[in-house]
């Protein structure tokens, strides 16, 4: 069975996951020295992920009053 086009999502999940797959788990342990080659890839520890909060721009009016300044 397919999935109606209007129903697909175009570009993936843009949100923050929380639940990463083993590869990436396995990935960041090695980036942060925490993995050692031969180590079995079951029970691993339990990863933070941190969320990205973007700051909103200010608006371009308030640029302008500050430009007058």
Avoid: C, H
Wanted: charged share 40%; proline share 3%.
């Amino acid at each position: 069975m397919t999935i109606d086009k209007s129903l697909k999502i175009k570009k993936g999940v843009s949100r923050s996951r929380n639940v990463l797959t083993r590869v990436e788990r396995i990935e960041k342990l090695q980036s942060q020295d925490r993995w050692a080659e031969g180590t079995s890839p079951f029970n691993l520890p339990k990863i933070r992920v941190y969320k990205v909060v973007l700051k909103k721009k200010k608006k371009a009016k308030d640029a302008a009053d500050a430009e007058k300044k």
